[in-house]
């Protein structure tokens, strides 16, 4: 089993920036790929970055040369610092990992962003 846990959430405004973290416990070995999805109500999880274990990197449109997806494989953590946020980049962020052929998810953290 692997636990995800999310944090760096909050309020901010237009044009800011939040880095979000996530930190990986459990039987952590041979996690593979991490990364982030983001859901609104009413809308389907829309997924938002992606990173390998070898820190290969790939980004939705939506965020591409926004965001920027990193990892600490001695620490088990994975982050995402967002800059220029938009409004609509408001939602329910969740942490993911995937080992073993199996999907983990965090709890989610909430980003809001004021226009």
């Known amino acids: 089993q692997v636990q995800l846990v999310e944090s760096g959430g909050g309020l901010v405004q237009a044009g800011g920036s939040l880095r979000l973290s996530c930190a990986a416990s459990g039987i952590i070995s041979s996690i593979n790929a991490m990364g982030w999805h983001r859901q609104t109500p009413g809308k389907q999880r829309e997924w938002v970055a992606t990173?390998?274990?070898?820190?290969?990197?790939n980004y939705a449109d939506s965020v591409k040369g926004r965001f920027t997806i990193s990892r600490d494989n001695t620490k088990n953590m994975v982050y995402l610092q967002m800059n220029s946020l938009k409004p609509e980049d408001t939602a329910v962020y969740y942490c993911?990992?995937?080992?073993?052929?199996?999907?983990?998810w965090g709890k989610g953290t909430l980003v809001t962003v004021s226009s």
């Open positions: 990173i390998g274990f070898t820190h290969s990197t």
């Open positions: 993911y990992a995937t080992k073993d052929g199996m999907g983990y």
